[in-house]
């Protein structure tokens, strides 16, 4: 017997937009995305070649979900997105490991958008000691140029010889 596989974010996911889909129209077909970066979703029509009814086109166009003649994707960046426009059209209440997953989730971007504004203050007040770094300027490439860095605080800038001399 093999062991039982802990079901993920993405697991639960899918599952909720599938449904969703389904209910508009049960002859979708909506699957884990293969051969590609982790994280798409594909759905298909019923058709001989994956091709869309004419009434799953409209399940689609009601999800608001853009689509090809034989194909729609949902992006691992917007997943989340389709997953609560899901669940409201399903009006039932996300899964707790979702909920969890996404309330870490926002946790997390609001504790990195909080040390982002933390770092500006003190660039901005910060009393710089510049040294200069050991690695050249690269993009654009200037052999004149030298990277900067101000040792109490981080901040980094690209200054050119000719600018000093
Ligand atoms: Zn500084």
Redesign the pocket.
Known sequence: MSPKRVKTTYDYEIAIIRKALKSLAPTLSVRKGRGTAYGWIDIFGSGRFREFTEKEKRALERFGLPHGVNKAVISPESRRYWVEKAALLLDIELPEPLKRAYEEEDREREEARRRMLELKR??ET????WVVMPYKVLFPSDPDAEVWR??????EKIVTKRQIS
């Open positions: 003190k660039q910060c009393d710089h000691e101000c040792r109490k605080c981080g901040l």
